[in-house]
């Protein structure tokens, strides 16, 4: 028994030090169970009508949520089309690009926010990495960033892509999780150009002078509420109009 467990800790050594030397984030990959929201935007891409599109995770998502009734006001006027999927990491969207995520769209303006669950995911064992524990680091996610970025603008060549600054999470400025989103956040805002690239930083909108996010806002400490969303279309509505003349 005692030379079974030996192996058995010594297994999922291996496989955390190998997950560790691996930048999963610039891999593309398939997000088990999503395929039929990602043929969705196939056809949407095929249609070729959307002029804004916003592409991220599941707070991307949630626009068809919590903020279903501020997107019916404020973006769907613009002909915006949502392609956020939950729990989408840099490297799901990357893949998602190489399989007709946009193709056929030539959308004047692309809102990125992607990264949150390259963070959160750590430590998990990933069914689409044949069960490997999953790490990135700051950088990596940053480097995935980087990639979609050259993936979009070699397919959507004219539009012009606002990156926004990964939203904070966890209850405080202690929350390590938080601190690594930020320190993504300051890899990923020197990847503006201020031509076709462009960085926003709304976060401190969610939160409380102390740096506290209040669940009022976040009640998971993660995604917004329909009030946070009311708040991040309010803290980004210029910019993206700016950008769509």
């Known amino acids: 028994m005692k030379t079974r467990l030996t192996s058995l800790v010594a297994l999922v050594a291996s496989l955390v030090a190998a ?17 039929k929201r990602h043929e969705s935007f196939n056809v949407i891409s095929k249609q070729g009508e959307a002029q804004l599109v916003f592409l991220g995770d599941s707070i991307t998502h949630g626009w068809e949520g919590k903020g279903k009734a501020v997107w019916e006001k404020t973006w769907a006027p613009l002909k915006a089309a949502n392609f956020g999927i939950g729990g989408d ?7 998602r690009l190489e399989h007709g995520n946009f193709d056929g769209l030539k959308p004047k303006e692309i809102v990125l926010m992607i990264g949150t669950n390259n963070t959160g995911h750590q430590g998990r064992a990933q069914k689409e990495l044949n069960g490997a524990v999953y790490q990135c680091t700051a950088e990596q996610t940053a480097d995935g960033v980087k990639a979609i970025l050259a993936k979009l603008q070699q397919k959507c060549p004219d539009a012009k892509i606002l990156v926004l600054a990964i939203f904070p999470r966890g209850a405080n400025k202690e929350d390590k999780l938080r601190q690594q989103n930020e320190a993504t956040n300051a890899i990923v805002k020197g990847f503006a150009d201020d031509k076709k690239v462009f960085f926003l930083d709304v976060g401190a909108k969610f939160l409380e002078a102390d740096g506290t996010l209040p669940k009022s806002i976040m009640p998971d400490l993660l995604h917004p509420n329909a009030q946070g969303y009311q708040i991040w279309s309010d803290a980004m509505e210029a910019k993206v109009k700016e950008l769509l003349k």
């Open 19 to 35: 997950s560790a030397d691996t930048n999963y984030a610039i891999q593309p990959v398939l997000h088990p169970g999503t395929e």
């Open 89 to 95: 990491r840099t490297e799901h969207v990357l893949w």
